[in-house]
């Protein structure tokens, strides 16, 4: 069964920071990696999918990184703003579509 | 588009009666997913629907919960006779297709309460 971790749980920095999420994964059969952002009170957001051929996506400001064989993801947010406040999730799909989530980190950024 | 529409938004019910949550997928849309949310075990799927025909039900935690998509633009969740452990946010997601090419589109959340 897949379990996914993601550490910290908790992190807080000052604006400007540049900083690191991490997610590891036990099964390292996966279909993709999805990284979520989570508001309070709000449903998730997808911020960028990795498909098990792909090394990394970017989109902005974000940076995920995806290596299987080690079972290990990163979130690279540059120049954090107080925006960027929220609750990160990391997702893999083993079984197409079917996504187990980890228990997410979350993340203050203040001004 | 306006996203996945999910009612009601908060629910309060007493413990043993019926709850209905619903859900409309994005239109064109073939896939859609029912998940719950809770402090203690985090987001876990319940059920997956591929062209309004449950895939795979295995999270769905007991008999008292059961599922339906009767067509592409609606799905229901069921809990009955409801429990106070049931108690958590209900979303609904759906992605424009199956086999984990497409990111999933999650709704705002039903908060359900069990008392």
């Known amino acids: 069964k897949q379990e996914v971790t993601q550490i910290p749980a908790a992190l807080s920095v000052p604006e400007g920071e540049n900083l690191v999420l991490n997610c590891s994964f036990t099964?390292?059969?996966?279909?993709?990696l999805q990284w979520f952002r989570q508001d309070p009170g709000k449903g998730l957001t997808s911020l960028l999918l990795?498909?098990?051929?792909?090394r990394e996506q970017t989109s902005g400001r974000l940076n995920a990184s995806l290596d299987k064989s080690s079972g290990r993801s990163t979130l690279y947010i540059a120049a954090s703003q107080p925006g960027d406040s929220a609750t990160y999730l990391c997702?893999?799909?083993?079984?197409?579509?079917?996504?187990?989530f980890g228990g997410g980190t979350r993340l203050m950024v203040k001004p | 588009d306006a996203g996945v529409i999910q009612s009601p938004r908060h629910e309060v019910t007493e413990m043993g009666q019926e709850v209905t949550l619903r859900c409309k997928p994005i239109?064109?849309?073939?896939?859609l997913f029912w998940y719950r949310q809770t402090m203690m075990r985090g987001l876990e799927l319940l059920i997956y629907?591929?062209?309004?025909?449950?895939?795979?039900d295995s999270g769905m935690p007991e008999d008292r919960f059961s599922a339906k998509m009767p067509n592409a633009s609606f799905s229901t969740l069921k809990i009955q006779p409801s429990e106070p452990r049931d108690s958590a946010v209900y979303f609904c997601?759906?992605?424009?297709?199956?086999?984990?090419?497409?990111?999933?589109?999650f709704g705002p959340g039903t908060r359900l309460t069990v008392l």
């Open positions: 997601a759906s992605s424009l297709t199956s086999g984990g090419a497409d990111t999933q589109y």
């Open positions: 099964d390292s059969a996966i279909y993709n």
């Open positions: 990795i498909q098990s051929s792909q």
């Open positions: 997702a893999v799909d083993n079984a197409g579509n079917m996504l187990t």
């Open positions: 239109s064109g849309h073939n896939s």
């Open positions: 629907f591929n062209n309004n025909v449950p895939i795979d």
